[in-house]
């Protein structure tokens, strides 16, 4: 067995008072990797901009190289250009990487009439499934083996299907989409996704070409056309950092304002700190919050237009810091608490339940992991040694050390490279204390 290297990368944060400033997000990790697939079903090159530094767009990019795709990236704009694409085949080495693999294989069976794609990955925030996926590519007349290393599909002309989503899954949506615009015929998908970023998606295959129409009740509808020209897009702001950074500025008393994402993207995260007593401006191209003092809230998340799952980390470290009884209820993931220990090493008083403490009624009875937490606020939280389980969680550990009394160090942090712009010197901006640096593996890393 391979040991452990004696050190690993870690962020250094010493609190330094109430965060204050200015931060400017870009587009979306989960809107610009979207992007770059659907790419590939152009027969001219398309360019995307407002791109984040991310780790997954990397991977994404070495990805659609590794097809055959010619992939420039000019500081954030990225062209691509699908014509070369040779190979069936996303290389086994990406497996685990990342959930954009299956993303792929609608496209690759337009281009090449054949597909292999490695195991999905991801963060580790429950099964994951990809039945939603599977089901919707057999109907529109892919053949799919499953095997241990990934999934195999083969298609001669996909046609139009009616799909109906068991769930609104925002992946399997971009899925059903991204097959069905090259396909012979109408595909009427019921049950879509809505969220920004599907409907950002939606309008770039419109803009490539796609007949695409957006109905009430979660439905597209989408007839099939013979090709798709390459097209230019400019992504929309992240709205997971943005309300990340509002957050920082709340939990530590100060106050962030947050340029590039639009109120729209942002209206349920803002409601919601509304009602605990946040304050805000609000203009065309920013958005600030602060509080005098903050109360507590009973949340749960929901698909668009609800509270996002993605936002619930960063809530629940608010939570700690507003005195009084606050509940969080996650309903889009089983397994979404896995930070909430490190949290509560750091002072805070979390209590977890596997038992729906809202509206919403649970998709996961029976599984043992909680879905629910109750939190004690307002205990002060000191700094420690906390290793990153995912992307979202790992980012609360920050917050909460920005609001903690003394050092804290933070493991684990390829996951937050994965997913956020420019953390670092976006922390700095603020007034945080923070750097990296290379600290001895923690025994159980
Ligand atoms: N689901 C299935 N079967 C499927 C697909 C989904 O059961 O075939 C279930 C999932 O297990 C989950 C629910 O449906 O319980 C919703 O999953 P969804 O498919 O909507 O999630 P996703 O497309 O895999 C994207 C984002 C997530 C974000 C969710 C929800 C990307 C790459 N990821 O995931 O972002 O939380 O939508 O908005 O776009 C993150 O950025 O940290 C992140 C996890």
Request: aromatic share 6%; glycine share 10%; hydrophobic share 40%.
């Amino acid at each position: 067995m391979e040991s452990a290297p004696a050190t690993t990368p870690a962020w250094i944060v010493d609190p330094s008072g109430p965060l204050r400033g200015d931060v400017a997000v870009r587009g979306s990790k989960n809107g610009i990797t979207k992007h770059l697939v659907a790419s590939m079903l152009g027969r001219t090159p398309s360019t995307i901009s407002n791109s984040p530094d991310v780790g997954d767009v990397d991977i994404t990019i070495s990805m659609l190289e590794a097809l055959g795709c010619i992939v420039h990236k000019d500081e954030d704009r990225i062209t691509v250009d699908p014509q070369p694409i040779s190979s069936s085949r996303v290389p086994l080495r990406f497996s685990g990487m990342n959930r954009i693999p299956i993303l792929m294989v609608g496209p690759l069976l337009h281009c090449v009439g054949e597909a292999f794609v490695p195991l999905v990955g991801g963060d580790d925030i429950g099964s994951r499934p990809i039945d939603f996926h599977v089901q919707a590519l057999e109907k529109m007349g892919a053949e799919i083996i499953i095997t241990d290393e990934g999934l195999e599909a083969k298609a001669g002309q996909l046609r139009g299907a009616h799909i109906e989503l068991p769930y609104p899954s925002v992946g399997a949506t971009e899925t059903v989409l991204m097959t069905a615009v090259l396909a012979k015929g109408r595909t009427v998908l019921d049950g879509a996704a809505t969220e920004p970023e599907v409907i950002e998606l939606a309008l770039f295959l419109q803009r490539m070409g796609a007949r695409i129409e957006m109905r009430p009740n979660r439905r597209f509808i989408i007839d099939g056309v013979d090709e798709l020209n390459g097209a230019a897009h400019r992504l929309k702001g992240d709205r997971i950092e943005a309300f990340s950074y509002l957050v920082a500025g709340l939990i530590t008393g100060g106050e962030v304002r947050v340029h590039g994402c639009t109120q729209e993207r942002l209206v349920t995260a803002i409601s919601t700190l509304h009602g605990m007593g946040a304050r805000f401006e609000i203009t065309d191209s920013s958005v600030s919050a602060w509080a005098d003092k903050l109360s507590p809230a009973a949340v749960e998340t929901d698909t668009h237009p609800g509270f996002m799952t993605d936002w619930q980390s960063p809530m629940v470290a608010l939570f700690t810091q507003c005195d009084g009884i606050s509940v969080m209820y996650e309903t889009v993931y089983e397994n979404r608490f896995t930070y909430v220990p490190a949290l509560n090493k750091m002072g805070a008083e979390i209590e977890m339940y596997n038992t729906a403490l809202g509206s919403i009624d649970s998709r996961f009875v029976g599984s043992t992991t909680p879905c629910s937490v109750v939190v004690r606020g307002g205990s002060p939280l000191k700094g420690t040694e906390v290793d990153v389980p995912d992307i979202r969680g790992g980012f609360a550990y920050v917050l909460a050390a920005a609001a903690a009394e003394g050092t804290s160090t933070i493991t684990g942090t390829h996951h937050l490279d994965r997913g956020y712009n420019q953390p670092i010197e976006n922390f700095l901006e603020l007034g945080l204390n923070i750097k990296r640096a290379d600290v001895a593996t923690p025994a159980e890393a």
